[in-house]
């Protein structure tokens, strides 16, 4: 069986690699100019809807020094965007479905995103844009939980052990008011898919969570500071990514969902094929891995885990466990699903009216 870079370091922890050369990008650089009969040249602006902290500072000054291309950084409009005002967004899951239902994004040119193999599962075909026909996954965080916890003890590990702490120490465990999330992981700690819209494993949700919400908090902000005042809460791992005594950030194996932000090319994007040129850009593994480090999210770029410190592989509030390997998918209910969770939450969450 070939491993990883990451499985390794997780099965030989603090093994460091020395002399591991970059790993090979077919686009990297990308020249548009030189690739047959359907070459495309760079156009030469682009007008970059992305967060600058969501990027190492050399990636425009990289991007630029390559394609001789002048890039003009806007505030990010998001999913509400005047036509032709920008080249490339970077949206989360549930705002890009929005835009390609409304079909408001364009289908991408494969052929111009060369670097679109490195991408691993599950990200390389997502449920809620099926082959990645309009987007590319730029990073992403799952969901777990945090853990107040001594170093060495070994502590819960699953969602039923998450679930089960609600009963032993009622009052001190916590879940975002969050009817998709904290459902879905109650189908899993069931034996169920977190996306599951049969009655069946919804009814055995509900009476999971029926039977601990008297003793969980529902809502609030999920940082170090609450944790200090409780045992544990379901969260994503960008509020625990630095390793502190007492706090672990728990991936539970049995499966879990993870939260993307994806690039795109909104419709009438006036930059087209230098959009593109971005698209690929941001999915060099060096340029991937140097986003990473600046933001402390995992990059879907198989390739790109050469280039990173053993500290920050092996660190699950950022990338979850390589050995033994999770169940990573995505929060994608049915529409019949999201009606039937949002039921259930209302049932669980309202207060008890008064007669």
């Given at each position: ?50 967060p600058p902290r969501s990027m190492a500072a050399a990636s425009v000054p990289e991007f630029t020094k390559r394609f001789n291309v002048k890039v003009t950084m806007i505030a ?280």
């Amino acid at each position: 069986m070939h491993l990883t870079r990451r499985q390794l370091l997780a099965a030989a922890a603090p093994l460091v690699l020395a002399g591991c050369s970059r790993p090979g990008s077919s686009a990297a650089p990308q020249t548009f100019a030189s690739r047959g009969r359907n070459a495309q040249v760079p156009d030469p602006e682009l007008l970059l809807g992305v967060p600058p902290r969501s990027m190492a500072a050399a990636s425009v000054p990289e991007f630029t020094k390559r394609f001789n291309v002048k890039v003009t950084m806007i505030a990010p409009p998001g999913a509400d965007f005047a036509p032709g005002s920008v080249d490339v967004l970077l949206l989360d899951q549930d705002a890009l479905s929005a835009l390609i239902a409304a079909k408001r994004v364009e289908p991408l040119d494969r052929t111009l995103i060369a670097n679109r193999k490195l991408v691993e599962p599950p990200f390389d075909d997502p449920s809620f844009d099926s082959g990645g026909a309009h987007s590319v996954p730029k990073d992403y965080t799952v969901v777990g939980f945090a853990l107040a916890a001594r170093a060495g003890a070994p502590g819960p590990s699953s969602w039923v052990d998450f679930f089960d702490l609600a009963t032993t120490f009622p009052g001190q465990v916590g879940v975002p008011d969050d009817a998709v999330t904290v459902i879905g992981a109650a189908l899993v700690a069931t034996g169920h898919d977190w996306n599951s819209s049969a009655s069946g494993d919804l009814d055995d949700a509900r009476a999971l969570l029926t039977s601990v919400r008297p003793r969980i908090g529902v809502g609030g902000t999920v940082d170090r500071a609450r944790l200090n005042g409780g045992l544990a809460v379901m969260c994503t791992g960008l509020g625990f990514r630095d390793a502190r005594a007492g706090v672990r950030f728990v991936v539970p194996p049995e499966g879990t969902v993870a939260r993307p932000r994806l690039l795109c090319i909104p419709e009438f994007a006036p930059d087209p094929v230098s959009a593109h040129a971005w698209l690929n850009h941001a999915l060099d593994p060096l340029v991937a891995a140097r986003d990473t480090v600046r933001t402390g999210r995992a990059t879907p770029v198989g390739e790109a885990t050469f280039a990173l410190p053993p500290k920050l592989l092996t660190n699950h509030a950022v990338y979850p466990p390589a050995l033994p390997p999770v169940a990573l998918g995505f929060s994608d209910p049915s529409d019949a699903g999201l009606e039937a969770r949002a039921a259930m939450w209302q049932e669980l969450v309202a207060p008890p009216t008064r007669r």
